[in-house]
C-alpha cells in the first residue's frame, strides 16, 4: 500500500509515517511533501494508494480541483485529511475523493490508528466490491483467464463509485485510467474488452443472456449495456 504524505507539520507528518510503518508492515511512505508544487507534479506523474493532506490552510481545499483535472479517478475515497480547520473541512467533507478527515489535536498514535482502519477499510471494500462484479461476470460466461475480462471488472469497479454523468464517454473517463493501472494502451483496453464480450457472446445460452439483461430477442449486449447490468444487479442484491 503506497502513501503519499504532505504536511505543514514536519514532526507531526514524520511521527505519523513511523507509527504507520510500525503497525502495517504492508505499507510503504513513498514521500513526505511540504511543497504544494512538489505534490502537484506528483499528482500529475506518479502513482500512490492513499495520501495523507495536513493542513490548516483553507486554500488547500484546491488539491481537490487538481484531481479533477487530472481525472485521477482511482483515487476516490484515498484522500485522508488531518486538520483543526472547520471552514476547510466544511469545503472538502462532500468531495468524491475525501476518505476522512481527522483532527490535528489528536496524539500521533492515535491519528495513526485511526489512518490504518481507514485504509484497511476501503481495501476490504475495493475487493469485496470486485469479487462480487467477477462473479456477476462469470456467471454469464466472462472467462476469468481473458486479460479483457479483468480490463472490464476494473471499468466496472470505477464507474460504480464514480459520477453518474461522467461516465457516459468510457473511452475518455474509463478506458485511460484503466490502461495507466495495469501498464497498456486505452485502445488495447477497448479492444481486449470487445474480444471478452464476443467471446462470451459466443459461448454463453441464449436464455440465460435473455434472463440477464431482459431482451425478448437474440441480441449481442454492448459494454456500457453490460456495465451497467451488473452494477444493477449488485446494488439490488
Not at 513526505?32 to 500512490?48: A, G, N
Not at 490535528?104 to 495513526?112: D, E, K
Not at 485511460?176 to 486505452?186: C, E, I, M, R
Request: with cysteine.
Amino acid at each position: 500500500m503506497d502513501i503519499l504524505l504532505y504536511s505543514e507539520n514536519t514532526i507531526l507528518s514524520q511521527q505519523i509515517s513511523t507509527y504507520l510503518l510500525e503497525q502495517n508492515k504492508h505499507f510503504r511512505i513513498l514521500h513526505i511533501l511540504s511543497e504544494k508544487t512538489d505534490l502537484i507534479k506528483f499528482l500529475q506523474t506518479s502513482h500512490f494508494d492513499f495520501l495523507i493532506l495536513i493542513t490548516e490552510k483553507i486554500e488547500n481545499a484546491n488539491i481537490f480541483d487538481y484531481l479533477n483535472e487530472f481525472n485521477i479517478e482511482n483515487h476516490l475515497n484515498s484522500i485522508i485529511v488531518i486538520s483543526n480547520n472547520s471552514e476547510l473541512k466544511k469545503l472538502i467533507r462532500r468531495n468524491r475523493f475525501l476518505a476522512k478527515t481527522f483532527n490535528s489535536t489528536l496524539s500521533p498514535q492515535t491519528l495513526s490508528k485511526q489512518i490504518s482502519a481507514t485504509i484497511e477499510e476501503k481495501h476490504s471494500y475495493g475487493a469485496n466490491l470486485r469479487a462480487k462484479i467477477a462473479h456477476e461476470l462469470y456467471s454469464i460466461g466472462f472467462k476469468p483467464y481473458h486479460k479483457g475480462t479483468g480490463f472490464m471488472i476494473e471499468s466496472i469497479y470505477m464507474v460504480y463509485q464514480k459520477d453518474a454523468h461522467l461516465c457516459d464517454n468510457f473511452e475518455r473517463n474509463i478506458y485511460p485510467v484503466v490502461a495507466s493501472k495495469f501498464n497498456t494502451t486505452t485502445s488495447n483496453v477497448k479492444s481486449d474488452i470487445i474480444k471478452s464480450i464476443n467471446s462470451m457472446y459466443a459461448e454463453c445460452e441464449l436464455n440465460k443472456l435473455k434472463r440477464y439483461f431482459h431482451f425478448t430477442t437474440d441480441f449481442r449486449p454492448t459494454t456500457k449495456m453490460i456495465i451497467y447490468t451488473v452494477i444493477s444487479n449488485i446494488a439490488q442484491a
